[in-house]
């Protein structure tokens, strides 16, 4: 399977009046054709502003990417997503990149009908007719599983519950049938049986047409029964990375281990108690000096005032902590 995309140094920053916030620092990662990449961690870690970041939807300003390269394997060549102008963006979003977000209600105009929204890219990429174009996304509405799809074109996002949302979102991020699709917590607020539903029916789907899939979620067990490769990210850096199956069975960071202890699992003993990571993320304008993790850690030694870089822990597995060398 080939690469088709290359992140390498992503830094992302917001100039605001009270400073300036590192939001993502120095992130690298590939995604290969077909794959599942799973990105992990607390709210705040930067996974979100990772993903807008490629998309080049980061609020400017005050966000601008300083540093760093995305380069997207599109069917025109290889494109450079943080420096490409406004009409390359225009040809790539949704033809060869798209995203599915996580509050569908939000992101669906309200004042457009949902065939609208969905015909809107067919026409764009593709210069379909308004008939072929209807046929094509009543099959994918059918796909997705909404009931009489043809009837429910002419309906507006209100008119839907939260779970056909976010179907009618997964319908729109794939009806180009894109390399890439960027799904950023696209089960929140969702109850478990729909959630496990939509999972499903989004790995159906990329699967089928090929589709390579980075799945944003703070969740854990989403993550495990998903992904194939997980990064976890911790104050704006990637901490650790590994195959799904060696991350949880050999968690090499101590924020990893911490977000693995504090997760109810089934198996583990009734008796056994939960562990919280204590304290807070860290302020992103002001960040600690050295390892970002460093002032909640239980392992915590002076060396970690020096910033560890990305550790080989064994073949495809990496650290940014200084024990993983020892």
Request: aromatic share 4%; proline share 7%.
């Amino acid at each position: 399977m080939g690469g088709i995309l290359q992140v390498r140094g992503l830094t992302t920053q917001f100039f605001t009046r009270t400073g300036v916030v590192q939001a993502v620092s120095d992130v690298s990662f590939d995604v290969s054709q077909g794959e599942t990449l799973g990105i992990v961690g607390e709210s705040g870690c930067g996974k979100s502003v990772t993903a807008m970041s490629l998309m080049r939807i980061i609020p400017t300003p005050p966000g601008r990417i300083v540093a760093g390269s995305a380069v997207l394997q599109t069917d025109g060549g290889p494109i450079d997503l943080t420096t490409a102008g406004e009409s390359e963006l225009r040809r790539v979003r949704g033809r060869e990149i798209s995203m599915i977000f996580q509050d569908p209600m939000s992101s669906l105009n309200p004042v457009l009908t949902v065939g609208y929204q969905l015909l809107e890219p067919l026409k764009r990429h593709f210069r379909l007719s308004e008939e072929e174009a209807r046929r094509r996304a009543i099959a994918l509405l059918t796909a997705v599983g909404i009931p009489s799809a043809a009837s429910r074109l002419g309906d507006y996002p209100h008119q839907f519950s939260g779970g056909m949302r976010q179907r009618v979102m997964v319908a729109m991020a794939l009806i180009c049938e894109p390399k890439l699709v960027i799904a950023d917590e696209p089960t929140t607020a969702l109850d478990v049986t729909i959630q496990a539903q939509l999972l499903d029916l989004i790995g159906a789907l990329t699967r089928e047409m090929g589709t390579a899939v980075i799945l944003i979620s703070h969740d854990l067990g989403v993550v495990a029964q998903t992904c194939r490769r997980i990064i976890v990210m911790y104050g704006g850096r990637v901490v650790e990375s590994a195959a799904a199956d060696d991350l949880f069975d050999r968690p090499s960071h101590p924020y990893t281990r911490g977000l693995l202890s504090s997760v109810p699992r089934l198996g583990r003993a009734v008796r056994e108690r939960l562990v919280p990571i204590e304290g807070a993320p860290p302020d992103l304008i002001s960040p600690p000096a050295g390892c970002r993790f460093r002032p909640r850690c239980p392992l915590a030694m002076t060396r970690c005032l020096e910033e560890p870089p990305l550790i080989p822990v064994a073949a495809g597995h990496q650290s940014r902590c200084w024990l993983a060398a020892s």
